[in-house]
C-alpha cells in the first residue's frame, strides 16, 4: 500500500520568500515521486518528479525538490516565489506498474504582494 | 501537438441516469487514466488503460467502467448516478510505449453536478 501526506492544506508567502511545500510518503517499496501543479480550471501539470538516481530533482518555474529516504519525505522548494506561483500543488507517488499515482491531498499556495 | 481533450467541458445530471464521459489523449500516446477530483476525497486514481486493455484499476464500484478505442481515445462511464458522484474527472495521457511512471499529461476535466 501507498500513501501520501501533505502537510498544510494552506501555505501562505510573501512575493520573493522562499517557499516549502511539504511531502511525506509511505510505500513499501522504492517509490517514483511527483509533484504536480493545478491552476484554476485547469488539469495537473507536472513540476518534476524522482525516478532513481540524484537525490535532488531540479523542476520547471525555479522549482526543486529532495527525496529523502530515512525521513520519508519529498518537500517541494523555491527560493523566491513569483506571484505566478499562486495554485494548488500535489504531491503523488507510485509504487506499482502502470501509471496508478496516489496523491496526496494538496496545498493551495497563496503568494502576498 | 494538441493536448489531451476531454468532452464536454460541463455536464448536468440527474440521481439514477448514467453518464459519458470522453477524452482524446496526445497524438501517439498509448495510456490513458482516469482521476476523480473532489473537495472532499481530493484525486482518486479510477483506472488505466493501455493499447485497449485495463493495465490498472482503482477502488470504486462497478457503477464506473471505462474503455479504450484502437485509436488511443477513451470514455468512461458512470451508471446510477448518485449526488456523491459530482466530480472534476480528470483524463491523462502518456507514453508512447510501454514504459511507466512518465509524465502524466492531464486534460482541464469534466466537471460534472449530480441533482
Known amino acids: 500500500a501507498q500513501s501520501v501526506t501533505q502537510l498544510g492544506s494552506h501555505v501562505s508567502v510573501s512575493e520573493g520568500a522562499l517557499v516549502l511545500l511539504r511531502c511525506n510518503y509511505s510505500s513499501s517499496v522504492p517509490p517514483y515521486l511527483f509533484w504536480y501543479v493545478q491552476y484554476p480550471n485547469q488539469g495537473l501539470q507536472l513540476l518534476l518528479k524522482?525516478?532513481?538516481?540524484?537525490?535532488l530533482v531540479k523542476g520547471i518555474n525555479g522549482f526543486e525538490a529532495e527525496f529523502k529516504k530515512s525521513e520519508t519525505s519529498f518537500h517541494l522548494t523555491k527560493p523566491s516565489a513569483h506571484m505566478s506561483d499562486a495554485a494548488e500543488y500535489f504531491c503523488a507517488v507510485n509504487s506499482n506498474a502502470g501509471n496508478m499515482l496516489t496523491f496526496g491531498g494538496g496545498t493551495r499556495l497563496m503568494v502576498k504582494p | 501537438k494538441a493536448g489531451v481533450t476531454q468532452t464536454p467541458r460541463y455536464l448536468i445530471k440527474t440521481r439514477g441516469q448514467q453518464v459519458t464521459l470522453s477524452c482524446s489523449p496526445i497524438?501517439?500516446?498509448?495510456?490513458v487514466s482516469w482521476y476523480q477530483q473532489t473537495p472532499g476525497q481530493g484525486l482518486q486514481f479510477l483506472f488505466e488503460y493501455f493499447s485497449e486493455t485495463q493495465r490498472n484499476k482503482g477502488n470504486f464500484p462497478g457503477r464506473f467502467s471505462g474503455r479504450q478505442f484502437s485509436n488511443s481515445r477513451s470514455e468512461m462511464n458512470v451508471s446510477t448516478l448518485e449526488l456523491g458522484d459530482s466530480a472534476l474527472y480528470l483524463c491523462a495521457s502518456s507514453s508512447q510505449g510501454a514504459q511507466t511512471n512518465e509524465k502524466l499529461f492531464f486534460g482541464s476535466g469534466t466537471q460534472l453536478s449530480v441533482l
Open positions: 524522482y525516478t532513481t538516481g540524484a537525490t
Open positions: 497524438s501517439g500516446h498509448r495510456s
